[in-house]
């Protein structure tokens, strides 16, 4: 088995701020995730990541970056908080098109 | 593009009884996922099928890849099996997934 952590688990960020969300897996996936789940709705594809240094934009990628530094982690960055956006951003992995893995969540809170 | 239509969205079901969830695919899915978002809101995997049926206790899942649907089928609900079940598939070798809103599951005594 492994684990994904993410960091971190709350986050409370100005409006236009820069912010950085972190994820480490340990199970040695080449594949990863990044994913935003908003209240009362499925989760949609930020951007994910097939390998090391690779990056590859989901269906909501505008006003986010992300950086696959390692094989084992994969930051996101929002670019530009913004006010009052609530979100949870969910991170995972996986081998190619096996099954997925998610972390707990970093909770997003803008003011 | 993809879409993943689950249904219904809220579900309630007395203890003992049981039912289903359902998702239809407007695009032919290599693979679906099943997921239960637990109480502190971390995604749970109950199911991950390319093809056939699997079953876990009292939950079965089945995937049908050429009819373009999967079902959930819970039975014997229990009060721990409360909360926001989703499904999610994905077409290509990435494992990208599209997911479903989800269905709210309230158990009831």
């Known amino acids: 088995g492994g684990i994904i952590t993410q960091t971190p688990k709350f986050l409370i960020g100005q409006e236009g701020q820069k912010l950085t969300l972190k994820c480490q897996q340990n199970?040695?996936?080449?594949?990863m995730y990044w994913y935003r789940q908003d209240s009362g709705k499925g989760l949609r594809l930020i951007y994910y990541?097939?390998?090391?240094?690779?990056?590859q934009k989901g269906d909501l990628s505008e006003g986010y970056d992300a950086s696959r530094e390692k094989k084992s982690s994969f930051s996101l960055t929002v670019t530009s908080a913004q006010k009052n956006e609530m979100a949870v951003f969910l991170c995972?992995?996986?081998?190619?098109?096996?099954?997925?893995?998610f972390g707990k969540g970093t909770r997003l809170t803008v003011v | 593009g993809d879409q993943v239509e689950q249904s219904p969205s809220a579900l309630s079901l007395h203890e003992g009884t049981g039912s289903a969830l359902r998702c239809n695919f407007t695009?032919?899915?290599?693979?679906v996922q099943w997921f239960r978002k637990n109480s502190r809101g971390s995604l749970i995997n109950l199911f991950y099928?390319?093809?056939g049926t699997k079953e876990n206790g009292r939950l079965k899942s089945a995937f049908d890849s050429k009819e373009r649907y999967s079902t959930l089928h819970i039975r014997d609900a229990q009060l721990e099996d409360s909360g926001t079940y989703f499904c999610?598939?994905?077409?290509?070798?990435?494992?990208?997934?599209?997911f479903g809103e989800g269905t709210q599951v309230t158990v009831i005594s």
């Open positions: 099928l390319a093809s």
């Open positions: 990541s097939i390998t090391e240094n690779d990056l």
């Open positions: 999610a598939a994905g077409r290509g070798l990435s494992g990208k997934l599209t």
């Open positions: 995972a992995s996986s081998i190619g098109g096996e099954e997925v893995f």
């Open positions: 695009t032919t899915m290599r693979a």
């Open positions: 199970f040695n996936h080449d594949t």
